[in-house]
């Protein structure tokens, strides 16, 4: 047997492709499935309806520390936290190097600064890491390869794994594809890992469903109060938050639940 070290092998990504239509510059990853996008003449507003869901823990948290995205993609995410919560430190954690430059070459992502950080690193380590624990209030989490079918990352343990990095109380987002065996497993391994404290917002795009987590103390919020609190975050974030809420009334009347008038979670 050779006592000679392997070396090790460079993973093998998707092209980094783009299309531009009608004043919106699009994500590929060699395919027609889109992965992002931007407005060239707003490059800080968040252009798809399902980045602007995955904001959706906005009416439940206040003024995070730590905002973290795995995946980076069009770097939508990272720049609308950035911008819009400037007391908020913004982590994305991005595997592909190609993706990194181009979200800065072409989606306008800002330099690194004392509030954002960008890692080429594998997700699934990154938030696995025991120095991750309890040290990060929001999660975001949008991971997707070339086929843009399915996350990449969607097992029990990463759940688990992103809930031990949330602090008490905090939330992920998830962006899930509802057309697909992968919504299921999915957001079977999410109740799991969150102790089925998950709730979810009516499909958008072409098939895109985002799940909210919750972590630590249960909360119990009247639909009322929830309302009200849509209304300060379209004031000051200029996101569609009663939309929101909304969608999350709706979703849980299709379960068949029993809409009481305070939301348990």
């Known amino acids: 047997m050779s ?14 492709t783009f299309s531009e239509q009608a004043g919106v510059r699009y994500l590929h990853f060699g395919t027609e499935w889109v992965q992002g996008a931007m407005r060239l003449r707003k490059p800080f507003k968040l252009e ?26 069009a770097a939508s995410l990272t720049k609308a936290c950035w911008q819009l919560l400037p007391q908020t430190a913004v982590t994305a954690v991005e595997l592909n190097p190609d993706v990194i430059a181009c979200a800065h070459s072409m989606f306008a992502l800002p330099p690194e600064d004392d509030r ?14 025991p120095k991750r624990a309890r040290t990060v209030d929001v999660l975001q989490v949008d991971l997707y390869d070339a086929t843009a079918r399915g996350p990449v990352l969607e097992s029990l343990a990463f759940y688990q794994a992103c809930r031990r990095a949330l602090r008490r109380p905090g939330m992920l ?27 979810c917002l009516p499909e958008v795009h072409q098939g895109n469903v985002i799940a909210l ?53």
Request: hydrophobic share 50%; glycine share 4%; charged share 15%.
């Open 48 to 73: 798809l309806e399902y980045a602007q869901q995955m904001m959706a823990w906005l009416l439940f948290l206040d003024a995070p520390q730590h905002v973290a995205q795995l995946g980076l993609g």
């Open 213 to 265: 987590a919750f972590n630590g103390p249960a909360l119990e919020v009247s639909w009322e109060a929830l309302y009200q609190r849509a209304l300060a975050v379209e004031a000051q974030y200029d996101l569609p938050a009663r939309k929101w809420v909304k969608g999350l009334h709706q979703r849980l009347q299709q379960m068949g639940s029993n809409l009481a008038p305070i939301l348990v979670i």
């Open 3 to 16: 006592n000679q070290k392997k070396t090790p092998r460079t993973p093998l990504y998707a092209p980094v």
């Open 173 to 199: 987002t998830v962006n899930l594809f509802g057309d697909h065996p992968s919504f299921v497993r999915n957001l079977t391994n999410l109740r799991a890992a969150f102790d089925d404290r998950v709730l």
């Open 116 to 129: 954002l950080t960008v890692l080429e690193q594998d997700a699934a380590e990154w938030v696995a890491h």
